[in-house]
Each structure stands twice: as C-alpha cells, then as structure tokens.
C-alpha cells in the first residue's frame, strides 16, 4: 500500500497535477507518525502509512502556511475525508482544488482509537484515487454509533455537573483543540472577539465551560468525529464527547450526519417545518 | 467621551406611579447608573408638555443618550424618538424602558414594581451607553415596474399602475395576454361572458401608453434589490416580425401542420404551425411553433439554418408584406434588459393533469374531461361553438356527471390544500350544462360546498334548487367505460348508498396547482415558496400580497388557488403597493439591518466566507464580496449584507460563528450591555 | 546535609506537612494523565512515570490568578489587591529540570520589576525534587547543562537507592529547615557509597553551537521548513517550565470586576497582532523562531541563561510531533559543518 | 426552611419583538398579574438568539432563562423562529449533557395575541426554578477570585 501510495504521490508531483503532497511521514519514535509536506517528486519515500496515521490532515486547508505551497494532493481516511465535504459545503474549498489520496483503513491508533470502533468509512467516501484494497462500508445501527456517551448520558444532573466541570477544570486555554480542527477555520474565534467578550479568556472554571460549550455548539452538524480535538488535549479532556453528543443530537432532531453526503443541506443552516419542538411551551 | 445620559420616568397620570414609586427609579438610577447625567420624572411624558420637555432637556443637558421608562415601546418609541430628532439627536440614541405593561401594569406590590422598575430602566441606560447613531437608508427607485405574466392578475396590476402614471413592462410567456380567463365560458356568480370582460381589458393594456408588452418573453434573471431591479428579458424568437405584421391571417390559413393540439383549446381542437392562440389574442400577430413546424423540423434535421431549408415555404410565401417579409426564419431569441423599481409576479397556475386520475379515466377516456376542458366545450367561442358535445363522437351528453376535489384535499395526489375555485365553477358548469342541454342531467359528487363568497352560496343553490342538478355527498371510487357510456362508481355517504350512474360525459374538477416551474422561478427572484410551490406571501394575515423579498409583489393564483374577484382584488393591492412604493425619488428604511464587519488591510474581514448567513437569510439579503489586491486576485471571499434587502431580523448575527455580523440597533455590545446589566450577582 | 528516606515514611512526611501548615503538591495519576496537583496522602502519589503532564510553574505563575478586583461606583472606582495567593506548600517529587527553570525564571521577574506574585509564591514554596531514574526519547536536559540529578532550583533532592528507599540531600537553608522539621521521618544514612539509581540521558547536541548559529541565520529556509506541520497551538508554550508570557485581560461585570494574568504564547497567530491589523509574526515560521530565539538567543543576551530545561514536554505534548530537540541537533550539526 | 421559601428566583427573558413581547404588552394591558422575577430582553426575532446571549446571562446570575418567540408559521420574518428551534434542538441536549437542568432554560411560543400564556409560562418559569433551588453549580463558578483559580480547581 505504501508503494502505491508513493507512486501515485511521485506520479501527481511530476505530471504537476498538484505541488503538494500532505501526508504521514516518520515522527519521533516508532509510535508516532507526523505530516509531511512532500513537493519533489524524489521525495516521496518519505511517506509511509501506518496504524499510526491518526492525524487528520484535511486541517492543512485551513493553513496558510501549507496552503502557499500550491495546490495539494492530500492523503485521507475515510474519516478525514468527511472533513472535506464539509469544506466544500461551507465554502472554504473547491472539489477541484484539493487532489483526495483516499486511503482504506481498517482502524489507526494504539490502542485502537475510538472513532475506529464503530467506524463506517473504511474506503472513504470521496476520493480522487483509492489506494488499497477497498472495503466494504459497513452499516452500524444509530444506538452503536452513539454507545460511547451511554454511560455519560445516563449520569444524574449533579453527577454530569460534577464530572464536566473537574474536566473543565483542567483547560489551560491553550486552543489546541481548534487549532487543530480542520472546521475551526474562523480567522477570528469568538474566543478572541473582546469587544464585548462573550467567553471570559481566562482558564478559570467559568471562561472554561463557556469556551468548551461554544466550541462543540459551533461545530454542532460539521463535526464529522475526527477526534482530533480529542487526541491533542495536553489536559487530556473527552471533548469528543461533546461534538459526539451534538452529533447524536443533529442526527436524531434532523436526519443528518455530517461529511456523508455532499448534497445535504447543511444541519445548521436550514430547517423542517416538522422539526422537534416537544420541549417548546 | 462617555455619553451624557437622560433619564425620564413616566408616570403615566397614576398609571405606572399607583405601583411604582416613580421618584425612587429615578433617584436611584441617578446615583448609580454610570452615564447618567440627568433624570426626571413627569405626569404624561407623551403629552406635548411632556415632549416639549424631553426636547428642552437634550438641549440643556445636553444630552446624548435618552432612557424613557414609560409604556411599551410599541406605543411611543416612535414619538419620543421624533421628539429626539427635533432637539438634534439622533434617534437611535432614544431607548424606552417598558415599566408600565411589563411592570406597573402587572406587579401591584409597589416594592417590588419599583425594584423591577429600577432593574429594567438600568438595562435600558447601559443599552444606551453603547447605541450608535443610525443614519437612515436611502435607497434610489427606479419608477417603473415589471409584471411578470399577462393573465387576468397582470393586467389589472399593469392598468392600474399605468393608470397610476408609471411604466410598466409586462412579460408574458405565451404568445398573447389573456391567461386562464380567457379560456373561460361564463364567469360565477353572475354568468357575464369572461370573454366579454376580459377582452376590453386586453385592449386597454396593449394600448395603454405606459405598458410595454413582451409576450413569447420569459424572464433570464432578476438582480438588484428594492427600487433597484435590473431584469433580463429573454425575448424568444417569434419568427414573426411584430412591427411588420398586420396579423391579416393570411400565412396560418395556408399553414399544412394542422394537427396540433391547440393548447388554448385544451386540445379539443386543433391549430396551425403558425398559429395565433385565439382569436382574440393580443397581440394578434402569429408565432410559429418551432417544434411541430415542418420547415424547422427539416432544418434541424439536416442541421441547416431555417431560412435554408426548402421542404416549406407557404407561410412566408403568403405573407402580402413587402418588401420585407414580416416573416423571418432565421429570427433568435433576444434577451432584453430593463431596470425597474418594483415586480408583480403574477404568473398564475397550471390545472393538475388529467393522467394522475387513472381511477377516474383520466387521461383515458376522451370523455373525461376537466374543468377547464368544459370551459372551451361551454364557450361560444369554442371548438363546438359552444355546444356541449362530448368529445368522442360529438353526441349532446344527456346525463353529466361532475366530479369534485379531484386532486384538491387529497394528500396522496400530493394537494392536501382546497383548490378554492372547485365548488363555483362546477355549480357554474351544472347551471351551463343545463341550460345548453336542457333535458340533460347533471350529478355533483362533491365532499363539502365551499361558497364562501358574495352571492356565492345562493348561486350554488340556485345550481341545485332551480337547475335542478344533483348533489352527491361522497367520493367517486371508479370511473369506467361500459360501451358507448362511462360507468360513475361513487358513494353517497348522506344516505350510506352506493351510486352507479351511467353519465355520456364525466367532468373533473382539477385541482389548481403551482406553475411546473414555480420552484425554479421561484429561486431566480430569490422568494420564497410554500410545500405546494405557490409563492409564500411575507406575512400571510398583514403582509398578504409582499412577497417575501422587499419590492416583490404577488398577485393572483401564483400564490394560491384564488378566484377572479380575489385575483383582481389581490391585483389591485399588490399594484397600490408598487405605486406608493415608486411615489418617491428614494425610500427610507429603517436603518435596523445587519452588517459584516470590515477592517484595515490585511484582516479586510473578520468574515471566513462560510456563507451561513447567506444560508439562513429569509430575504437573500446577503451576498457575496471579492475582496481583492491590486493585480486583481482575490484575497478573501467574504459576505456582504445587502441593505436594501435587508429586513433586520438578525438571524445571520446569531448564525455567524464569529460574530463577523451584527445587527445595527441590536448590536453585539448593547445586547451584551443588556445582559451585564441585568446584575443578578 | 545527607538523610536517607524510606517509601513506608512519605505518609508521615505528608502527614507532618500538613501539620506544620504545608500544602503538598506531588505527581498524581488521574486517568491517563500523571499531573503535578494537591495531594492529602502518600497514597495518592505517583512515582512511576518519566514526566508530569503540567509542569511546576503553574505553582508560581498559575495559568490564570487574579491581580486585583476593582467596584465602579457611578464615579468611583474601588480597587482591592489580591491577599493570600502565596499559600505556604512543599512541590514534592517535580523533577530535577523544573526545579532549575526557577531560578532561570527569577531572573525575569526580578528584572525591572519585581513581580509580587513570583517573589511571595517562591518565598512560600519548597521544592523537594526526586532525581530521574527513568527518561525517554524526549527528554534532553543533558544537552541544555543539567541532568537527571542536578539540583538547581531544589530546596531538597531526593535520589532513589533502592526499590523503597532514597537518599536525602538538602540543598538550601529553606531545604534544610524543611527537613530538620521533620526529623523523625529521615533516617541517618547507612556509611558507604549509596547506588544512587538516576537515569542515563543521552546527550543530543552541544549547546554552544547553538546561539552562534542563530545569531546568524534569522533568515535561514528552515523556520519554514521545520515548522509547516506547526498548528499553531500554543499547547508547547503553555506546558512549557520556562514559557512565561501572559495576557492581562479584565472580567466584569457592570458594576464590578477582576483584572486577570493568563498565560499567553508566542506561538498564537493573535499574540502579536496590532490594533492596526498588522501583524509582525503572520506566519509560523516567524513564530517558531521566534520560540526558539527566545529560549536559546534573546533570554541568553538579556539574562546569560538558555530558557530551556530539557523537560521535553512540549515534543512530547507536541499535537503534529514537532520536536524541539531534533530542531536544535539539526542547528547544532549545520554549525558543526560551517567549521 | 425559611431560608428556602425566601429564595426569589432571578429570571432572564429573550423575547421576540413581534410575538412575545407584544403578548407580554398585552398581558398588562388585561393587567393579569405574575411573579415580577422575570427581567426581558427584546430582540427583533428569535433567529436572532446566540445561545451566547444565555450562557451570559447565566454568568450574570440567572437562575432560569425563558425563550419565547412567534409560534410556528407566524414569524415576522417568515423563518426565524424555525432556525431558532434548530438550534435549541441542539444546545438544549449539550447543555444537559453537561449537567444543566433543562428546566432551567425553557422555550415558549406566545403569540401577541396570548397574554395569558404569558402569564402561565412566566409563572411556570419561576415556579419550576423555584422549586430547583438557587442555580448553585454556576454561582460557584461565577466568582472570579483565588478560590477559583487553577490551583484549587484542579482539585
């Protein structure tokens, strides 16, 4: 599989069908991988793929810095690959400005990360060129998807109270979390909008529930459960419970799923004239 | 540099000051609230004394922040901003804190009603501390408008505001004026000949200095917002010179297609390639069907131009003009811009087609026939001259049965609505029928009669009473055909029976239904559109004839199943509306509209371009901005608030992840400010 | 002053903490993290791991800590400082290279002004190091002058010799106040050369190459280089022991308010940006330099020390694996090439 | 137990300017009485509701928060009220998730024309809240000081 990717990454970078490779490359010990940016076409031994390609790398969009190098092939799971139908949806992309390297993927990370266990992108959904043997898709039942935050859902108020704001507790603000999200693309967050300021900057309980509940509200039907947030928390907090619950929440309440399907009509910027209104007066 | 801040507590004569103590609020937003330089309190604020002082005290105190804890802002708002505006300032620096309907009115503890009171006036001064001045909009108008369909809706809008002394363009997409209502017989609930009122109309149109007519026009696109529209007009190739055309008949009688259907007609009978409509039609030059004529089917074939092909030349051969042929083959469309102010979009209904009736026979048999079928077959002017023959074998049907809702109220045809129209018009068909057949026989099978209306319910009676029809209370279950006659299987539920009527002829009542392409149109002028696809009106009890994109009007059954008396009416609404709207050089808006932020290079916009505002906007008030360098590349995509679409509603500043929008009057800070102030700890 | 100190006796030595006033802060497991954080009892403390998450300055400049509170009164405004933040506490079990970003860091606090929070939080805090017996592929504070066992920055320095016992060394006064308070729980050590168990951290670079290549190549292709998978987080800076930058922000409400330090980094695309929309560091490469600038060039000019202690937290906590020590071995062996 | 029957909930009210707030006008107009708790905010339209606006408010020490707009199908700007619904649907279920009570923010449509819904829901709003007792878990960390610091907040 490596080997087809290098020669398919080789063969996009010497027929100038794109400048720029983003892929995984050897990090600093066996058990880490790192982005590689690869634009010479003798460079492409540097990529590798490996249990160990958790990162999305779709949140190179979003940079600058990467986005100078031209224009990119990008190699993505089925689970990054989500992103990018987000990114076209909200037009921050075109289709024809990213070159998608689809990777099929039978589960990253060690131990398996979460977002593999009840995964049901294996091949990726939208690509340009597949490389490995594709998948089958599975399909996983709703409760299956979402069993993850059974345990968190049938806690009493108190206890959810309590169990939220000791890992609210530990957000040191540092914004990793959106940083590294390829759909926290704001030039300016909310965060940073200080006249007036809506979130108190400060690391202190009340800046922090604030900060952490507006962050999964905006990404409340864009989230497409990369757990990104998740994996670079230096405070080690289960964001992705959050955007996993809004998740649920938008699939139950408006039939959708965010990065399935590029028709869609994006979750938050539409509307039923039927939509669930049990708990309006 | 901090705002000088006036305070002026109402006391309503004793209506707020019973449960208020009207001196404490302002004593104590005196000595707390930051920003306040002045307070009062007064008997009657809205009084003219009252006023006088308001306008007295900006000058003297000089002002610049003005909290009336009075009434609700619903009553007087406008008059104390008015007052503002006459001592100088600004009124959007006016705010009124509502302490008697939300406060005096219905808290009797004073205590209470006074710390409430206290409470809501200190909201409203940190709200003031951070109002900005507004200027409001002005938006250029272009006085002319379009109206968008020539039917009986179009026509009353466009002589009406002609008549109003503005240009009017008028588009139509057939190839005359005169839409449904010329199709028509009689008309309820008077039996006066539809063509009879409708023709003169036509005439006074097409003559009417201030109307311009493009009929076999469709609309390109509509840009711009109020008093600005810019329309391209797709003029399409007529193949028929209008200013060289004398409409003398000459080339449409020795035209060899003469199969087609006539759409006029309801195909009951036929027409030429080149054909005028009807007989009436305005204007009553002719068009050739590019599609079912033989000399462009030949060129398209051989892929030649039309004017080459030689299979046939009779019409142009018969046309008397000279030297110039008012014929010209080789004619293309023509897109057309106009600017104009204002639109009426009127463009109608379509009857729902008779094939979704299988059960009935539609679409079937010849002799099941719809409404509007039995318009042309009552219509003097008609294929049978307005004898009732049935259209298989031309027999006089002497037993008729009328089949109601049909396609109205019946979800899984996919209208749950009521077509409105349904019960009159088939009372109407009885009444005809019967005069014209007078020992026929007409059944009704109906589920409610609607005759809602003047004279309506004694002219559905008079169908029943006098003319003798009968009234079936049920549904039609199958309707087939049993030799020459067509067997009617219905229920009639009032004596629990089941009904078997041989009929020579069965009628249906179709349903009304939105313009196949109403969606579509719908999008090209950015309005908005119910599950059914008529055009949503902006309000449907006070804003019925807005559409919901501002200088966007509706008028007649593009909006909903309506009558003539309703359509005129509706007509006559929507173009008062145009006329007040072109009355002035600029229109005033209130200047409460959203705004994206802009900045100093190199930010230009806290805006990403994510364009969920432009998702959510209810009037497509948002567009979007290249912000560009020098050389012409663009450095962001950003959103831009139209402000003459805007209506204010500020759905886009709470939709907007980062705050890039904000809604003036209602901004981030003074809602912000609101909320600090509401000081609960 | 040499003391040894039994594993069975942390319970008495937290226990007599706390008696005489002392708060403890030590190494506690809570799920996958082992953090620097109060603890109650020897139970809760942790010792099997190479590094805390968070790193000792959070105990001296917290990530957030009010700097005074002000009521606005219609035309007054009432402030009141901050009074009890300096609690009196014993950092028990931080590592060796947090311990020496102390006194690297007073130099900066103490410059031309001495900050009150620093000062009173260092007057009230003793430090108690253990010593490494473990690294891993991150640490490199051989490399910056230190070592598993240096004791710059401890009051005390505990190093393991064996599975349940280690060896006390007091290194300040304060240390050895602390220690002498407690008598009972230290023993006397046993005569003889103790197995000092400390872990062997492998050099990575030679630090004078360091500075003499960056006051050369500000302009070099590498900041791009290295720092394209760079997002822009922050997260290195703020796990950082040395990292020191923060943000002065107000919270009020209408009538009252906190004026509040939060820790800040330069690696944030807003650090530096000017009212005016113009922005000096616009790009990462401008910012990872800057990083690595301040820590090995500009705090060097100013105040003679390297700002880095080796920790290695932030490759490790790195989210896109940018590693600080590869960056200096790669500065290190293009300096090697230019002799 | 005294203590308790003293509490007086404080309640913020986002109000449409169409619906609800006319309603609530006309509630005083009939002079229908209820519990004076509620301190409102009018906005143009419930699409205009940043669920910031509630978080704020719950800074500010509400104790219960109310949302009321135009029912459906009667929103003065045709869709507000049903992209406001949408985003209940989804911040109401986070914040429970995170251990805020549902009952503490509450959602009502009230047309211009009920002022005595007004009344009902208002008095609901402050019935239900009273009954929760003093939003305690935001109050605690609505004080900014030392004991809200990182270092005793980690414990």
Redesign the interface.
């Known amino acids: 599989m490596i080997e087809a990717l290098r020669k398919k990454a080789e063969e996009l970078l010497r027929s100038n069908t794109v400048d720029v490779i983003y892929g995984y490359g050897e990090g600093s010990t066996p058990e880490r991988t790192r982005p590689v940016f690869i634009t010479k076409p003798e460079d492409v031994n540097k990529l590798i793929w490996n249990k160990y390609c958790v990162y999305n790398l779709t949140t190179y969009l979003k940079r600058q810095e990467s986005r100078k190098l031209g224009k990119p092939a990008i190699v993505v799971k089925g689970c990054d690959a989500k992103t990018i139908v987000v990114l076209i949806k909200e037009s921050q992309i075109k289709r024809e400005d990213v070159y998608i390297l689809g990777v099929t993927c039978n589960g990253v990370g060690e131990p398996l990360a979460t977002k593999c266990k009840a995964c049901d992108v294996n091949t990726p959904r939208i690509y340009d060129d597949l490389i490995g043997e594709k998948i089958e898709n599975k399909e996983i039942p709703f409760d299956e998807r979402y069993a993850e935050l059974d345990e968190y859902e049938k806690l009493s108020e108190k206890e959810k109270w309590d169990f939220w704001q000791k890992q609210f507790a530990k957000c040191i603000k540092c914004y990793a979390c959106s940083s590294i999200c390829p759909l926290c693309f704001c030039d300016r967050c909310i965060v940073d909008k200080n006249q007036p300021q809506w979130i108190d900057p400060s690391a202190h309980p009340r800046g922090n529930l604030s900060w952490n509940v507006t962050r999964a509200y905006h990404l409340a039907g864009r989230c497409i459960n990369c757990e990104e947030c998740q994996r670079v928390c230096p405070a080690d907090i289960p964001l992705n419970l959050l955007n996993k619950k809004l998740a649920k929440e938008t699939e139950k309440n408006f039939n959708y799923r965010s990065g399935y399907n590029i028709d869609d009509e994006l979750a938050m910027a539409t509307y039923k004239e039927d939509d669930n209104q049990d708990f309006i007066k | 540099m901090g705002k000088k801040i006036g305070v002026f507590v109402c006391h309503c004569g004793t209506n707020i000051s019973a449960t208020v103590d009207v001196e404490k609020v302002a004593e104590e937003t005196k000595k707390n609230n930051p920003g306040v330089s002045y307070t009062t309190t007064y008997k009657y604020m809205c009084s003219d004394p009252g006023q006088k002082l308001l306008r007295d005290k900006i000058k003297e105190e000089g002002l610049t922040g003005v909290v009336i804890a009075a009434c609700s802002p619903k009553m007087h708002e406008h008059t104390f901003r008015n007052a503002a505006i006459k001592s100088g300032l600004n009124p959007y620096h006016v705010e009124i804190s509502n302490i008697r309907e939300q406060c005096s009115w219905v808290h009797p503890d004073k205590p209470v009603g006074t710390e409430k009171s206290t409470d809501l006036v200190r909201m409203m001064t940190e709200k003031v501390r951070k109002d900005k001045s507004l200027k409001p909009i002005k938006v250029h108008v272009t006085k002319r408008a379009l109206i968008i369909g020539g039917g009986i809706a179009g026509i009353q809008a466009a002589l009406d505001i002609a008549d109003g002394g503005h240009e009017v363009i008028m588009v139509e997409r057939e190839a005359s004026i005169g839409g449904h209502m010329a199709q028509l017989s009689e008309t309820f609930p008077t039996l006066d000949c539809s063509q009879c009122i409708m023709t003169p109309k036509m005439v006074e149109a097409a003559q009417h200095d201030n109307i311009t007519m493009h009929t076999w026009s469709e609309i390109e696109s509509i840009t711009g917002y109020l008093g600005n529209f810019d329309v391209k007009i797709r003029k399409k190739a007529r193949s028929v010179d209008l200013d060289l055309c004398t409409g003398c008949s000459s080339c449409w009688q020795v035209c060899p297609c003469k199969k087609i259907k006539s759409e006029f007609d309801m195909g009951l009978a036929n027409r030429t390639a080149i054909y005028i409509p009807f007989p009436q039609a305005i204007p009553s030059k002719p068009v050739i069907d590019r599609e079912n004529c033989i000399l462009f089917k030949d060129a398209r074939k051989k892929n030649i131009k039309p004017n080459d092909s030689k299979v046939c030349r009779k019409c142009i051969d018969a046309c008397p003009i000279a030297p110039v042929k008012a014929i010209d083959y080789n004619q293309e469309d023509e897109i057309i811009d106009v600017k104009v102010g204002a639109i009426i979009v009127a463009t109608g209904f379509r009857e729902l087609e008779d094939g979704l009736y299988g059960e009935y026979g539609g679409g079937k048999y010849e002799d099941v026939i719809t409404g509007m079928q039995f318009e042309r077959l009552a219509s003097a002017s008609g294929p049978t001259d307005g004898k009732i023959k049935r259209p298989s074998d031309g027999k006089e049907p002497e037993i008729v049965v009328f089949i109601q809702c049909v396609g109205s109220r019946d979800p899984s045809k996919g209208c749950s609505y009521c077509s409105k129209t349904c019960c009159m018009y088939t009372a109407k068909h009885t009444m005809l029928y019967k005069h014209k057949v007078h020992h026929g026989h007409a059944f009704v099978f109906y589920i409610d009669i609607r005759c809602a209306g003047k004279g309506y319910e004694e002219f559905s009676q008079r169908a029943i009473e006098e003319e003798g029809a009968t009234y079936l209370r049920g549904r039609v279950s199958r309707v087939y055909k049993k030799g020459d006659k067509l067997i009617v299987l219905g229920a009639d539920t009032l004596t629990g029976s089941v009904v078997e009527i041989e009929a020579d002829m069965v009628v249906l009542a179709s349903a009304m239904k939105a313009q196949d392409d109403a969606e579509q149109f719908a999008q090209k002028l950015s309005i908005q559109y119910d599950k059914d696809k008529f055009f949503s009106e902006m309000h449907p009890k006070l804003k019925p004839v807005e559409s919901s994109s501002a200088g966007i009007f509706l008028a007649g059954t593009c909006q909903g199943p309506k009558d003539i008396p309703e359509t005129v009416a509706q007509a006559g609404a929507a173009a008062s509306k145009v006329l007040a709207l072109l009355s002035s050089d600029e229109l005033e808006r209130e200047p409460v509209v959203a705004r994206v932020d802009r900045q100093l290079p190199p930010v230009f916009s806290t805006c990403i371009g994510c364009f969920y505002c432009q998702k959510v906007c209810p009037y497509s008030a948002i567009e979007s901005e290249d912000i560009k360098a020098r050389d012409g590349s663009v450095i962001k995509t950003v959103a831009r608030v139209n402000e003459g679409l805007c209506q204010g509603c500020g759905l886009c500043a709470a939709t907007c992840r980062s705050k890039s929008i904000e809604l003036d009057g209602f901004n981030d800070e003074q809602i912000y400010a609101e909320i600090n102030a509401v000081e609960f700890n | 002053m040499e003391k040894t100190l039994k594993k069975e006796n942390f319970n008495s030595l937290i226990t007599g903490l706390k008696d005489q006033g002392y708060r403890t802060i030590a190494p506690k497991k809570d799920n996958n993290l082992v953090t620097l954080d109060e603890v109650q009892s020897a139970d809760e403390i942790h010792l099997d791991h190479v590094q805390t998450n968070n790193s000792i300055k959070e105990y001296f400049l917290p990530k957030t800590e009010k700097i005074l509170s002000y009521t606005l009164e219609k035309n007054k405004v009432s402030i009141e400082e901050p009074e009890g933040f300096a609690v009196k506490s014993v950092v028990f079990g931080s590592r060796p290279c947090d311990a020496a970003s102390l006194p690297i860091m007073d130099k900066v606090f103490n410059w031309d002004c001495s900050d009150k929070f620093w000062v009173e939080r260092r007057e009230a805090i003793t430090i108690v190091t253990i010593a490494c017996d473990k690294c891993d592929n991150y640490c490199f504070c051989t490399s910056v002058g230190l070592a598993p066992d240096s004791k710059e920055g401890s009051d005390v320095l505990l190093t393991k010799i064996s599975d349940d016992e280690y060896l006390v060394e007091t290194v300040t006064e304060k240390g050895e106040g602390l220690i002498k308070g407690l008598e009972t729980v230290f023993s006397d050590p046993v005569a003889g050369t103790p197995d000092r168990q400390v872990a062997s951290v492998e050099k990575k670079f030679e630090i004078d190459k360091i500075k003499p290549w960056l006051d050369e190549n500000f302009a070099h292709k590498i900041w791009a280089e290295f720092s394209m998978k760079c997002i822009s987080c922050g997260a290195c800076t703020f796990v950082c022991p040395t990292c020191h930058c923060f943000d002065i922000v107000d919270e009020c409400t209408m009538s009252k308010g906190d004026r509040v330090k939060n820790w800040d980094g330069c690696q944030f695309k807003m650090f530096t940006l000017h009212t005016s929309g113009h922005n000096p560091r616009s790009t990462q490469d401008q910012r990872w330099r800057q990083r690595i600038m301040h820590k090995f060039k500009y705090y060097v000019e100013k105040f003679d020390n390297i700002l880095c202690v080796g920790c290695g937290r932030c490759s490790r906590v790195c989210p896109a694996d940018m590693n600080i020590s590869e960056m200096l071995e790669i500065i290190a062996t293009e300096e090697n090439q230019k002799e | 137990m005294a203590e308790e029957t003293k509490f007086e909930p ?1 309640i ?1 009210a986002f109000l449409c300017n169409w619906c609800t ?2 309603g ?6 009939g ?4 519990q ?1 708790n509620v ?7 419930t ?7 509630l ?3 719950f ?5 219960g928060i109310l949302v009321s707009g135009c029912h ?3 929103c ?5 009220n ?21 009952e503490r923010i ?4 009230i047309s211009a024309a009920e002022g005595g819904k007004w ?1 009902e ?1 208002i008095n ?1 709003v402050v019935d239900t809240v009273r009954a929760l007792g003093p939003f305690e ?1 935001y ?4 004080t ?3 004991d ?4 005793s ?3």
């Open positions: 404080k913020v707030y006319a609530a006008d006309l509630a005083g107009t002079r229908n009485q209820y004076a301190r409102v905010i009018k906005l143009p339209c699409g205009g509701i940043d669920p910031l606006f978080i704020k408010a800074e500010r020490g509400a104790d459906p199908g009667d003065h700007y045709n869709s507000g049903y992209h406001a619904r949408r985003r209940w649907n989804v911040f109401r279920p986070l914040l429970e998730f995170c251990g805020i009570n549902p509450q959602f009502s449509w009344v829901t609901g878990g109050q605690k960390i609505n900014i000081g030392p809200a610091s990182s270092e907040s980690q414990t």
